[in-house]
């Protein structure tokens, strides 16, 4: 089945650093792919859709400038969280589709990111 | 529709019994919906879809019902197994929307030997 491969896994940096989240889908092609947040014992969150070649697509109430996207080629997309803050620290999953419309999406298997 | 709260609700089943887990959503536009498995430090992982024009579907062990009428999903797990114990998450698209995916609150399994 598809698979979406996601780097580092696990991640403690001080305040005020920039972390960079890879994800990749494996063995195929995605010109979309999503970028979710989870805080413990919650739901996954929509923050942005990410669209390669173009600008990324991000939901009501997440700053694009704190959370940047970059979908340069049809197999990575990364999530660079800026001058990350204790409050930023959550689960980051990010997800790929293999096509458009109806298909089922395949999820990484997560950041964990811990700032102190 | 939207995770609210901190707490899970959870439903514990003994090993061989069979589990129902529901969700009810609240786009009546959404036509394309997904149970996904989550164990714990991992991503979510697909385990059954069902399209708006199908009322129920099965796979191996597990079968998902949709009633359109009332938006309500569920996963059915047959002879559930310790292996199941885990957070099960429906989400939900509407066409056009290229599978941008709203997930349920969750719920969390606990198998019981």
């Known amino acids: 089945g598809a698979v979406v491969s996601q780097h580092p896994s696990w991640v403690i940096c001080k305040s005020g650093t920039s972390v960079k989240i890879e994800c990749r889908s494996l063995d195929f092609q995605a010109t979309t792919m999503f970028w979710y947040r989870q805080f413990p014992k919650q739901s996954l969150m929509l923050m942005a859709t990410s669209n390669e070649g173009s600008k990324a697509t991000y939901e009501q109430g997440v700053e694009k400038d704190k959370f940047l996207i970059n979908h340069a080629s049809l197999t990575l997309s990364t999530l660079t969280v800026t001058s990350a803050h204790p409050e930023d620290s959550s689960f980051y999953i990010c997800?790929?589709?293999?096509?458009?419309?109806?298909?089922?999406?395949?999820f990484g298997d997560g950041t964990r990111l811990s700032i102190l | 529709g939207e995770s609210v709260g901190l707490h899970l609700p959870t439903l514990s089943v003994q090993e061989g019994d069979n589990s129902i887990i529901n969700c009810a959503y609240s786009n009546s536009a959404s036509d394309y919906f997904i149970w996904y498995k989550q164990e714990s430090g991992k991503g979510p992982q697909f385990i059954i879809d069902i399209r708006s024009n199908m009322d129920k579907r099965q796979g191996q062990r597990v079968t998902v019902l949709l009633n359109k009428t009332v938006k309500h999903l569920s996963l059915q797990i047959a002879a559930t197994q310790p292996g199941d114990s885990a957070v099960y998450f429906c989400?939900?698209?509407?066409?056009?929307?290229?599978?941008?995916?709203?997930f349920g609150t969750g719920t969390r399994l606990q198998v019981t030997l």
């Open positions: 997800s790929a589709g293999a096509g458009s419309g109806n298909q089922p999406q395949h």
């Open positions: 989400a939900e698209t509407e066409a056009g929307t290229a599978s941008k995916l709203t």
